[in-house]
């Protein structure tokens, strides 16, 4: 079973609105940590945002933040005031306690493009 | 800080030929890995480290071995290149302590095997 899953291959955004990218896990360790990372046309992995198993509260980075929703076992990423230098690809990712050396894995990412 | 840094950043190969991807972080980081994207996909695991002289299998390890014999370097070698391994090539390192630690990336190696 994928571990973790991003269901919007691609999705399209209005300049300025908000926009919630979807992200469901599986795992059966209670420490864990949820990452968001961005990757722009240029290539390179941005970290976004991090969430923890055993945070009460949802993260927030400015305009990200992560909707933690632990029994349903998802971590959206919900961006506000989309701008067009969010055209990206998204990666949702996790570290396990008993993973290959609390290494990440990676969901299947989405292409989010901003109109103008 | 230069962060993490990989070389070569391009790198095209004929089928059959060897070579070795370097990786190097000036972090004093203890945890580093190998991650590889193929096109339109996530990163997967192909080798991780815990430390000078620990290396273990990720998801991926098949056509690649890697060695750490510094806190600083990591490399990743190709023995024998196979257009299955056409890629880009991500070195990442952490510090090891805590899960909400980023993990910070290089920049990529794009490599092509014809």
């Known amino acids: 079973a994928q571990k973790i899953t991003q269901t919007q291959p691609g999705m399209f955004v209005q300049e300025k609105e908000a926009v919630t990218l979807d992200c469901t896990y599986d795992?059966?360790?209670?420490?864990?940590?949820l990452f968001w990372y961005k990757q722009p046309s240029s290539g390179e992995m941005i970290f976004l945002i991090y969430q923890g198993s055993y945070d009460e509260q949802n993260a927030t980075e400015g305009r990200y933040s992560l909707n933690f929703q632990k029994a349903r076992k998802s971590a959206n990423l919900v961006i506000s005031a989309s701008q067009l230098g969010d055209s990206a690809m998204y990666f949702c990712?996790?570290?396990?306690?008993?993973?290959?050396?609390?290494?990440?894995?990676f969901g299947g990412g989405t292409r989010l493009m901003v109109k103008p | 800080n230069a962060g993490v840094t990989q070389t070569p950043k391009f790198q095209v190969l004929k089928t059959g030929q060897s070579m070795t991807l370097q990786c190097a972080q000036d972090?004093?980081?203890?945890?580093m890995s190998w991650y590889r994207q193929d096109p339109g996909m996530g990163l997967r695991l192909i080798h991780y480290s815990v430390g000078a002289g620990i290396t273990d299998q990720g998801e991926v390890p098949n056509g690649y071995n890697v060695s750490r014999s510094t806190t600083e370097d990591f490399p990743l070698r190709l023995l024998s290149a196979a257009p299955s391994q056409t890629s880009v090539y991500f070195c990442?390192?952490?510090?090891?302590?805590?899960?909400?630690?980023?993990?910070?990336f290089g920049p990529g190696t794009r490599l092509t095997v014809t």
């Open positions: 990712a996790m570290r396990e306690l008993g993973n290959a050396g609390n290494m990440l894995t």
């Open positions: 795992t059966s360790d209670q420490s864990y940590g």
């Open positions: 990442a390192s952490r510090a090891p302590t805590g899960f909400g630690y980023e993990q910070y």
């Open positions: 972090m004093n980081h203890e945890y």
